[in-house]
């Protein structure tokens, strides 16, 4: 019995000496001349890759499968390629394709027809991805009913139209960052009232240049569970609605901002 485990436990030591040898590779240059990995070596080796940034179009099919529940492809090197490949995971709760370090090769219609394939997502990050339209949004809320984590900052193709949508039909929204688009006070007061304001918890509205102290004061009426409310770099905010909020000190104490 002492053998086999000893044995099985040097089996895992090659193993992970052998991921770390193809993602040192990887972070040299150098490409994979590999198919297929068994889905149990792919899990490990996404992890290995997730936080350096060296998931790509090439490698994308040795890190994620159909049964993968999450895509965390911040800033890495996925472009129209990666895209089509992850409509095959179908399983996936998490997808993280933003890219605030440098702009992302995608299409609005290859984000289209991979929202088309995914169901079951409930958080999704899409940060400075100028290609993500209202018709992006809307494939994307009506295809998955329990999304609880949404990420559209810096989308500048995003306006009130997409509140509507989101206050319509997300009633699991718990985090919402809109930081950077062209969202009114209009769009809030769509949002906040409509089905998520009752479980809104954060919401990340900063630098959104249109935002009066009219939508401060929309937030905090509707959103009784929140918590996390930032609005700075908004230049027509003036923060003097927060004195005209009735239990202001209770409101303040409980919002971070």
């Not at 209202?134 to 295809?143: A, F, K, P």
Request: with cysteine.
């Amino acid at each position: 019995m002492p053998g086999f485990w000893r044995s099985r436990s040097m089996d895992q030591s090659l193993q992970q000496r052998c991921l770390r040898v193809f993602s040192e590779s990887l972070a040299r240059g150098y490409q994979l001349n590999i198919e297929s990995l068994p889905r149990s070596v792919m899990d490990q080796f996404y992890l290995m890759l997730r936080h350096s940034g060296l998931i790509s179009d090439s490698n994308i099919h040795l890190v994620l499968h159909a049964d993968s529940r999450e895509a965390n492809l911040a800033n890495s090197d996925v472009g129209e390629d990666g895209i089509r490949f992850l409509c095959r995971c179908r399983s996936l709760r998490k997808l993280d394709l933003s890219s605030t370090e440098k702009r992302r090769n995608v299409s609005e219609q290859s984000l289209l027809d991979l929202l088309s394939h995914l169901n079951l997502l409930e958080e999704v990050l899409l940060e400075g991805i100028p290609e993500v339209t209202t018709s992006v949004v809307h494939r994307l809320v009506q295809n998955n009913p329990h999304l609880t984590v949404l990420d559209f900052g810096k989308c500048t193709s995003l306006d009130d139209e997409t509140m509507a949508m989101l206050g319509a039909c997300c009633k699991h929204i718990k985090a919402l960052n809109m930081s950077y688009t062209d969202i009114t006070d209009d769009g809030i007061l769509t949002l906040v009232s409509g089905v998520c304001g009752p479980v809104l918890e954060e919401l990340l509205i900063t630098g959104c240049k249109n935002l009066t102290d009219r939508a401060i004061d929309e937030v905090v009426d509707y959103c009784p569970n929140l918590h996390i409310l930032s609005f700075h770099k908004c230049p027509l905010i003036t923060g003097l609605c927060w004195f005209t909020i009735p239990d202001y000190e209770l409101k303040a104490s409980r919002l971070v901002y």
